[in-house]
Nanobody, 126 residues
C-alpha cells in the first residue's frame, strides 16, 4: 500500500510560480510511474504531467507545456511539479498519483492510477 501526501499549494498572483511536492511511503518508489492531475470546481479531473519510474521520460498536457516541469527523486521518494507563469485557469486541486511500472496504462488517463494523494489547493488570482 502506497501513501501519497502533497504539499506546496497556495494562493499566487497570475504570472507567479509555485512548486508542489508529493512524498510517497509504503512501497518502493522506483517501482511506480507518477502523475499529477488537477480538478477545478464543476470540471472533470484532468491530466497535468507524468513521469516514468526512472525519470527518463516525461509527459505534459498541452495546457501546461512549457510552463510546468515534473521531476522526481527516487532517493527521497518525491515527485515535484514546478509551476511557472501561472494563470487563473490553473486554479484547481492538484493531486499526485502512482501506478505500477509494470502496468500497461496510458499515463495521461487518471483511471489507470491506483494510488492517490489527498490533493492540495492551488489558487491563481488575476
Amino acid at each position: 500500500q502506497v501513501q501519497l501526501v502533497e504539499s506546496g499549494g497556495g494562493l499566487v498572483q497570475a504570472g507567479g510560480s509555485l512548486r508542489l511536492s508529493c512524498v510517497a511511503s509504503g512501497g518502493t518508489f522506483s517501482n511506480y510511474h507518477m502523475g499529477w492531475f488537477r480538478q477545478a470546481p464543476g470540471k472533470e479531473r484532468e491530466f497535468v504531467a507524468a513521469i516514468i519510474w526512472s525519470g527518463g521520460i516525461t509527459y505534459y498536457a498541452d495546457a501546461v507545456k512549457g510552463r510546468f516541469t515534473i521531476s522526481r527523486d527516487n532517493s527521497l521518494n518525491t515527485v515535484d511539479l514546478q509551476m511557472n507563469s501561472l494563470k487563473p485557469e490553473d486554479t484547481a486541486v492538484y493531486s499526485c498519483a502512482a501506478v505500477s511500472r509494470i502496468s500497461r496504462v496510458v499515463l495521461s488517463d487518471y483511471r489507470g492510477y491506483r494510488y492517490w494523494g489527498q490533493g492540495t489547493q492551488v489558487t491563481v488570482s488575476s
